[in-house]
């Protein structure tokens, strides 16, 4: 079984930035492929960036790329995701979500795992 921890959420001003991270234990990082999705109030639960298992491929959402960096530390287990020029329209819960190996999907219900989310909030 697999478990994921998501750390890092804040309140910031718009321009600033933060560092989620989710930790993982039950599998090693790199034999999954894993994401980030957010769910603002009242919305949908989308798809942020993910990275892939093999090789660790990314991919983003339009709405964050160039702003958004996902990365995994193998040594530590731990995915992160580097969130920079956030926009009030970035402000969410922010969940971790891993899937057994597989390819770097957008969406939700590809995912076997996910996390309690973090939130975010940015004020204009």
């Known amino acids: 079984q697999v478990q994921l921890v998501e750390s890092g959420g804040g309140a910031v001003q718009a321009g600033g930035s933060l560092r989620l991270s989710c930790t993982t234990s039950g599998r090693t990082i790199n034999s999954l492929t894993m994401a980030w999705f957010r769910q603002a109030p009242g919305k949908e639960r989308e798809f942020v960036a993910g990275?892939?298992?093999?090789?660790?491929?990314?991919r983003y959402a339009d709405s964050v790329k160039g702003r958004f960096t996902i990365s995994r530390d193998v040594a530590k287990n731990t995915l992160s995701l580097q969130t920079d020029s956030l926009k009030p329209e970035d402000a969410a819960v922010y969940y971790c979500a891993a899937r057994t190996p597989g390819f770097n999907s957008e969406v939700r219900d590809d995912y076997d795992y996910w996390g309690q989310g973090t939130q975010v909030t940015v004020s204009s």
């Open positions: 990275i892939a298992w093999i090789g660790g491929r990314t």
